[in-house]
């Protein structure tokens, strides 16, 4: 006899196809020991196959920067560009490390979705990525940390000093030009403003 309680699929097969690849495409996250990964959705698809700008066509590579109008990204670009020639090989093609990326390391540095898709990008790109980039004290006191081979580590650390030095020069100019408009200005030394700031300071005092 059949239950009354049955229940009767109605919805069409094309709805019933759809949420079939949905589910075989786009599963919800799930615990991992301690860390719960992330849910994926169109958007993560799309950014694998169509990348939208730059931090989406190097996303592969971990955490690049985003504001291609920022002073920081006009100083990381290099850096960006220089992993990216060591991390793919010339046989492989982007789509398939951002694809690795989303589905076997969740997109993230920490968490792992899927253990053989991880461990393959991670061979095929020789581990290098980013770890993290901020500024901290000030915004042209930039941190880099990468996973990298040590040309590309030394690459960080130049343009870490390289953007700091700009950074500083440029605040003690502003600050020494709001003593003496007239001030001689000669660029390339932290140093050298740090004294003269501190002499018209002397000078200012005095009066």
Not at 31 to 38: H, L, S
Not at 108 to 124: F, G, P
Not at 126 to 140: E, L
Request: net charge neutral.
């Amino acid at each position: 006899m059949e239950s009354k309680f049955k229940t009767k699929d109605n919805r069409p097969l094309s709805q019933k196809v759809g949420y079939f690849l949905e589910g075989l495409l786009f599963w919800r996250g799930r615990p991992k020991g301690m860390i719960y990964t992330r849910d994926i959705d169109w958007d993560d698809i799309r950014g694998i196959f169509l990348p939208d700008g730059f931090e989406e066509k190097y996303s592969y590579l971990g955490s690049v920067p985003y504001n291609e109008d920022s002073e920081v990204f006009k100083a990381m670009y290099p850096l960006v560009l220089a992993m990216d020639y060591e991390a793919k090989p010339k046989w492989c093609p982007r789509w398939f490390l951002r694809f690795l990326h989303v589905f076997g390391s969740d997109k993230s540095i920490v968490r792992v979705r899927n253990w053989t898709l991880h461990n393959l990008e991670r061979k095929l790109t020789k581990g290098i990525a980013f770890v993290d980039w901020k500024t901290k004290w000030q915004d042209y006191d930039l941190r880099i940390s990468i996973h990298a081979p040590k040309h590309l580590q030394d690459l960080a650390e130049d343009i870490e000093h390289g953007f700091y030095s700009r950074g500083a020069q440029e605040e003690l100019v502003a600050k020494i030009l709001a003593i003496d408009p007239n001030a001689s200005i000669i660029w390339g030394s932290v140093e050298r403003f740090i004294k003269q700031l501190e002499e018209l300071e002397n000078k200012q005092n005095d009066k």
